[in-house]
């Protein structure tokens, strides 16, 4: 008697194509993948001279929370906020929608722009350690085995590990 092969049980039922919206629906990654996308696109909602200046962290019950240099700062794009919100939510095309902002104090990042180099002797700060990362990855290639559907979802996880340490 011939075993029946079940694509949900990690056989081999299709391309990478046909699975990844399943996985992106089972394991409810849309608004995720949208919202790094939309943080991505954050010097289009604030500009050149602010994205310096802010950062986005989170969003939670429709309140987008930014981190702000310092109480200037925060002053300032207090005067803003509506124009900020209406930018994100013209960006984010229905995906996410946000009604107010929460701004925080704290150290931005620094932008790379497009083309840059990094500077000899300078490297990122580490959020997350050597063995946690070979964790993640175990964890991942325990319950998938396509190769590069480990990779995005142990690029998610990291991502979102870093995030949650931001917090």
Not at 134 to 159: F, G, M, S, T
Request: proline share 5%; net charge positive; hydrophobic share 35%.
């Amino acid at each position: 008697m011939a075993k029946k092969i079940d694509a949900r049980r990690g056989g081999k039922g299709g391309f990478i194509g046909e699975l990844l919206p399943g996985v992106v629906d089972k394991y409810r990654l849309q608004k995720k993948m949208a919202l790094y996308q939309l943080f991505d696109r954050w010097p289009e909602v604030v500009g050149p001279q602010l994205v310096k200046k802010c950062q986005p962290l989170f969003i939670k019950r429709k309140t987008l929370h930014v981190k702000v240099v310092n109480h200037a700062w925060m002053h300032q794009l207090y005067f803003f906020q509506d124009r900020i919100i209406d930018r994100f939510n013209d960006i984010a095309a229905g995906k996410i929608f946000i009604t107010h902002l929460h701004f925080e104090l704290g150290e931005i990042e620094e932008v790379k722009e497009p083309g840059s180099e990094p500077r000899e002797g300078s490297r990122p700060p580490r959020l997350v350690g050597e063995r946690e990362k070979k964790q993640i990855k175990k964890e991942i290639c325990r319950h998938v085995k396509d190769p590069e559907l480990a990779e995005i979802l142990y690029q998610l996880r990291l991502k979102d590990r870093i995030q949650r340490l931001l917090n």
